[in-house]
């Protein structure tokens, strides 16, 4: 063998190893985050319900202060998604395919949960971006941002509730560390009035927390 012909053997070799490396990286590369699915029912702890009371309240809030429709049209169609996407998130529980396993159950319904909380994070982003000057009044005004906050904390306190779930199943390891640093984040936000960041950084902490949360018993907290 040439010398250039052992250098082209060497480097197919190299190619070859390079892409069945790249083959098995790819699906972690792609890979969705679903987090554990929000709780539902659960007495004394925020859950997937009360996001949905807070995200209709402040629909109702923005519905009856604003009078014009395209002024408060956003915010409205990106909660009303939210909301739609929170009874997937139910129905991928309630009515589950009987071949699937309770991890697999969890993780489809974690999947449209996180829609919904960034559905619910656009909400908020476009909701607050609203001039007082659209409003029927200052008080109105005043009501409608009460009703961002309230809804902001509801879901700072959902999450922080899965967050709880998916560290008692697996311990504090490192996504579980990173969503505690970004709900405290959150709750940094939200004390100096940056509702959309607070709300962005509440998603990202449910987000943070993959597939560990999806075990056995991931279902315990569905108790409607």
Do not use: W
């Not at 956003?74 to 998130?89: G, K, N």
């Not at 489809?108 to 029927?136: E, N, P, W």
């Not at 959150?186 to 950084?201: P, R, S």
Request: charged letters at 30%; one cysteine or more; hydrophobic letters at 40%.
């Amino acid at each position: 063998m040439t010398h250039r012909s052992r250098h082209r053997a060497i480097f197919k070799v190299v190619g070859i190893q390079l892409l069945a490396l790249s083959l098995i990286a790819a699906p972690a590369l792609v890979s969705p985050a679903q987090a554990l699915q929000l709780c539902e029912g659960v007495s004394d702890e925020v859950c997937r319900e009360d996001v949905e009371a807070s995200v209709e309240a402040l629909i109702a809030s923005l519905v009856a202060n604003i009078t014009v429709e395209k002024d408060r049209r956003s915010p409205v169609i990106e909660l009303q998604q939210a909301l739609r996407q929170f009874d997937i998130a139910r129905l991928e529980i309630d009515d589950a395919d009987q071949s699937l396993t309770d991890e697999q159950i969890c993780s489809r319904a974690g999947k449209q949960d996180d829609r919904g909380l960034k559905k619910v994070s656009r909400g908020v982003k476009a909701a607050a971006k609203i001039a007082s000057s659209k409003f029927t009044s200052e008080a109105a005004f005043t009501e409608t941002r009460t009703k961002i906050s309230d809804l902001v904390g509801t879901v700072i306190d959902a999450v922080t509730v899965n967050v709880d779930e998916v560290e008692a199943a697996v311990g504090e390891i490192a996504d579980v560390l990173d969503a505690r640093s970004r709900i405290d984040t959150a709750n940094t936000n939200l004390d100096d009035g940056k509702l959309d960041k607070a709300a962005d950084n509440a998603q990202r902490a449910y987000d943070a927390v993959r597939d560990e949360g999806n075990i056995a018993g991931c279902l315990d907290n569905q108790v409607s």
